[in-house]
């Protein structure tokens, strides 16, 4: 169970084009997703908070107008990258947070990642 | 402040144990994490621990925490070499994750 899948596992775009990707929990529900990026030997960074139905919440630093966040159902949120540039270059990792009915959810389950090369 | 820290680099030999270590530095983080990536992959959850736990032990792995000096520890007894990857210690603040540099375990015939 807590399965996150992520589509495409990998993209090659050219400079100026916009690319999207999907994010899906497959058996669970997810009020909540997390997007990340992680620049080689480094550590994750949060990107933005993707809330179900309402709009969502970016980190310091993140341009919202370039990375556009669409969390339209309980399984499915997905980033798109506008206008990619060279430096937008990374591997995009999301991650879910699994609905409780207890109201108290301490656990995130990662998609496998998408490489994203920007030429 | 958000900052989760630790050493970048481990080896050990297989069948010994492996411990990695972190710090944090905000008192108020709710859950620590422990999570394994292996290359070109995304993060798999390893274990977790509440706050208010001291210890936890699940198969080979042992998580030992410290709350007065804000440190956490990954023990893995018996190594193995499918044991080599990155393991990143993440703080649980409101909600989000803060993710430490990661440790690269290596593990070695």
């Known amino acids: 169970g807590a399965v996150v899948s992520q589509h495409p596992s990998r993209v090659i775009c050219k400079s100026g084009t916009s690319v999207k990707i999907e994010c899906r929990s497959l058996d669970f529900q997810a009020t909540t997703m997390f997007w990340y990026r992680q620049f080689p030997k480094q550590s994750l960074m949060l990107m933005a908070t993707?809330?179900?139905?309402?709009?969502?919440?970016?980190e310091q630093g993140v341009e919202k107008d370039k990375f556009l966040i669409n969390h339209a159902s309980l399984t499915l949120s997905t980033l798109t990258v506008t206008s990619a540039h060279p430096e937008d270059s990374s591997f995009y990792i999301c991650?879910?947070?699994?609905?409780?009915?207890?109201?108290?959810?301490?656990?995130?389950?990662f998609g496998p990642g998408t490489r994203l090369t920007v030429t | 402040g958000e900052d989760v820290e630790q050493s970048l680099f481990l080896s050990v030999r297989e069948g010994d144990s492996s411990v990695i270590n972190c710090t944090y530095t905000?008192?108020?983080?709710?859950?620590l994490y422990w999570y394994k990536q292996e290359p070109g992959a995304g993060l798999q959850l390893l274990t977790y621990i509440f706050s208010n736990m001291d210890m936890k032990q699940d198969q080979r792995l042992t998580v030992l925490l410290n709350k007065k000096d804000k440190h956490l520890s990954l023990r893995i007894a018996d190594t193995q070499t499918g044991d080599s990857a990155i393991y990143f210690c993440a703080e649980n603040l409101g909600g989000k994750l803060i993710f430490g540099q990661g440790t690269t375990l290596q593990v070695k015939p």
């Open positions: 905000d008192s108020s983080s709710t859950y």
């Open positions: 993707s809330n179900e139905g309402s709009k969502a919440t970016y």
């Open positions: 991650s879910a947070k699994p609905l409780s009915t207890s109201g108290i959810s301490y656990e995130q389950y």
